[in-house]
């Protein structure tokens, strides 16, 4: 079945620092890739969306130039939080779809990953 | 536009007893139709999905749920509670069945013994 793999679970860091999340399809070419973002006890939050070989759509309300976003290849996005902030601190969540050249039944598959946790000191 | 509404942000039943988890939903397109579980600090897991087909969805772990577009509601259901089941339910929508989900707020189960 499709499988998509976050990297890291967690990690922590210091306030200002740059931090990095993985996003990888492990057994199917993710054409696109949507990031989503959830506070404690709170819904996601779609963050933005990615295609492989352009630039990200970011949803209303989110910075771009915060939250970089980087598809460069069919199997790997990645997200980076920059300068971050203890108010990034949240959990981080991806979801991949191979789009029509990946279906189960007739039907484009959308697998999520575990997510990432983010703590920001 | 679409949107989810979850109808209660936490649930409690006893193990054994019937489980209802309220979702309605407002799309100005045929909506596709999302239940997810999240166990704490896990990623999600799709109970079950319906996408135009039948009204009626069988899902994972014994749930289903009923599309009814009358009531723009796509309820979740399941006769009997396993205290497995407590976790975080997310009711989503769509416009197609690989794209963005626009999520409701969430309602948490709780099973007791």
């Known amino acids: 079945g499709a499988v998509v793999s976050q990297h890291p679970s967690r990690v922590i860091c210091k306030s200002g620092t740059s931090v990095k999340i993985e996003c990888r399809s492990l057994d199917f070419q993710a054409t696109t890739m949507f990031w989503y973002r959830q506070f404690p006890k709170q819904s996601l939050m779609l963050m933005a969306t990615?295609?492989?070989?352009?630039?990200?759509?970011?949803e209303q309300g989110v910075e771009k130039d915060k939250f970089l976003i980087n598809h460069a290849s069919l199997t790997l996005s990645t997200l980076t939080v920059t300068s971050a902030h203890p108010e990034d601190s949240s959990f981080y969540i991806c979801?991949?779809?191979?789009?029509?050249?990946?279906?189960?039944?007739?039907?484009?598959?959308?697998?999520f990953g575990a997510g990432s946790r983010l703590t920001v000191l | 536009a679409q949107s989810v509404t979850q109808l209660g942000s936490h649930v409690s039943v006893s193990e054994g007893a019937l489980v209802l988890l309220r979702c309605n939903y407002s799309?100005?397109?045929?909506?596709?139709l999302f239940w997810y579980v999240q166990y704490p600090n896990q990623g999600l897991q799709l109970l079950l999905k319906?996408?135009?087909?039948?009204?009626l969805v069988k899902g994972i772990n014994g749930f289903e749920a009923e599309f009814k577009k009358s009531e723009t509601s796509f309820h979740l259901t399941k006769p009997s509670a396993h205290m497995s089941d407590a976790a975080e339910y997310f009711c989503a929508v769509s416009d197609n069945q690989g794209g963005k989900l626009i999520f409701g707020q969430g309602t948490e189960l709780s099973v007791k013994p």
């Open positions: 990615s295609n492989e070989g352009s630039k990200a759509t970011y």
């Open positions: 979801s991949a779809t191979g789009g029509d050249s990946h279906q189960v039944s007739g039907a484009n598959v959308l697998t």
């Open positions: 799309s100005s397109v045929p909506p596709y």
């Open positions: 319906y996408t135009s087909a039948a009204t």
